[in-house]
Each structure stands twice: as C-alpha cells, then as structure tokens.
C-alpha cells in the first residue's frame, strides 16, 4: 500500500508559473526524496531532504519538510514545458534505510 | 550508458504463461530493488537484494512471484502462472549501499497479461 498522498493528483498551469505540490506520509522517517517520471520513462531522482532538515534547494526546486505534520511540498519555480511529468514523493518509512515507499503522485502539465 | 537497463521493455503473456524480467544494475551498486507500479499509482516495493542475499521479499504480492540475484549483479524477476491483476511496469533500481539512499531507476517492464 501507499505510505501517504500528494496533493493535487494533477495541476495544469502555463510556462513561466509556479507549481507547488504538497505531499503526506504516515510513519517516521529518515529522510524524503522526490522523483519525476515522464511518460514512458523510469524515475528521476530529484532531491532528497533529511528529517533534521526543514528546507532545501536545488536549482529552480525548493523542498520543505514538516515532520511535526509529517508533509513536505515541491515548488517548482519560472515551471517550463519539459517539467511535464508525474512528481512522486517517497519516504523510506520506519522500516529500514532501504525501502522506498512511494506517494500516488502529481501530475503536472506545463502548457507552452 | 551507465544506468539501470532493463529487458525486455515490453511484455505481452496469455494468462498462465511464466515470464522473466531482467535487470543490469549500475555496475558496482550493491543494493538492487524491485517496484511494480499500476497504472496512475507510485510504485510499490517487491523486493529488496543487497548483492546476491535477498534481504527483504515482504512485497511479493504471492508465491508466483519470484526473484534472484546469483552473482551480486544481474537480477531476474520471475512470474509464473501470470495473471491478469499482474499487469503493470515493472522497475528496477540500484543504489550504493550507505549513501543517502538514492535510487537509481531503470526504464522499467510494461508487462500486459491477456
């Protein structure tokens, strides 16, 4: 099963917007990574937020962490058209530093 | 290239026929990880190698399902008696043992069972 949900399950937006995508989870963790996926491709490592951490960024991604409320959210900033994909957050749940437990993804649709 | 490649791309199988996935990790990654993802769902863990020991199978959804990793490299997925609910993409991921946990994720399996 899921570990948690992201929020929205899709967003369209136009280039040059921002795009925020929020994500929760239900256990403890160690640490939260995001992942892309285009169509038809495999995951793409984005960026990865330990549990001390509260923020971080990675060129035009910032990433927070909230784990009193066990969320975390993506903003993509100035989004452009090849940002076009599924975005997956995944924790490595309370059961070990190897298992990644995956959200239900968003999918954003970056219009030209 | 240098990543996870994965064979074949597509599968189709007539329900009850067996089949085999095959994963190349990132050479010298010591951890090797199995996800089956449905169609508009994140992927859900299978099983776990770390070289050639299959530390956790707990995703397995039944005894069908079946995987190996006899030389700490190469792994194979196997599904016998596939079933239609067996449908989906099959991924494969390696990572470094020990660092920050980042997964590395092939292309992934579309399997389709009739």
């Known amino acids: 099963s899921q570990q948690g949900e992201e929020d929205p399950q899709a967003l369209s937006i136009q280039e040059g917007e921002n795009a925020t995508m929020n994500c929760s989870y239900k256990?403890?963790?160690?640490?939260l990574q995001w992942y892309r996926q285009n169509s038809g491709r495999g995951l793409v490592h984005l960026i990865l937020?330990?549990?001390?951490?509260r923020e971080k960024h990675s060129g035009r991604l910032r990433v927070t962490l909230d784990t009193s409320k066990k969320s975390s959210s993506l903003l993509i900033t100035a989004s452009r058209a090849a940002d076009t994909a599924s975005y997956f957050c995944?924790?490595?749940?309370?059961?070990?530093?190897?298992?990644?437990?995956f959200g239900t993804g968003t999918r954003l649709l970056v219009s030209p | 290239g240098a990543g996870v490649s994965q064979s074949p791309r597509y599968k189709v199988a007539k329900r009850g026929q067996d089949v085999a996935l095959r994963c190349d990790p990132i050479?010298?990654?010591?951890?090797l990880f199995w996800y089956q993802q449905a169609l508009g769902q994140g992927p859900e863990f299978l099983t776990y190698?770390?070289?050639?020991?299959?530390?956790?199978k707990s995703g397995l959804p039944s005894d069908r399902f079946f995987a190996e990793r006899p030389e700490g490299s190469v792994s194979t997925l196997k599904i016998q008696r596939t079933q239609q609910e067996d449908s989906a993409v099959y991924l494969c991921?390696?990572?470094?043992?020990?660092?920050?946990?980042?997964?590395?994720f092939g292309p992934g399996t579309r399997l389709t069972v009739l």
């Open positions: 256990t403890s963790i160690n640490n």
């Open positions: 050479s010298g990654h010591v951890s």
């Open positions: 937020i330990r549990s001390n951490e």
């Open positions: 995944a924790t490595d749940g309370d059961t070990g530093f190897q298992k990644l437990v």
């Open positions: 190698f770390q070289n050639e020991a299959q530390l956790d």
């Open positions: 991921a390696s990572s470094l043992r020990g660092v920050n946990n980042e997964q590395f």
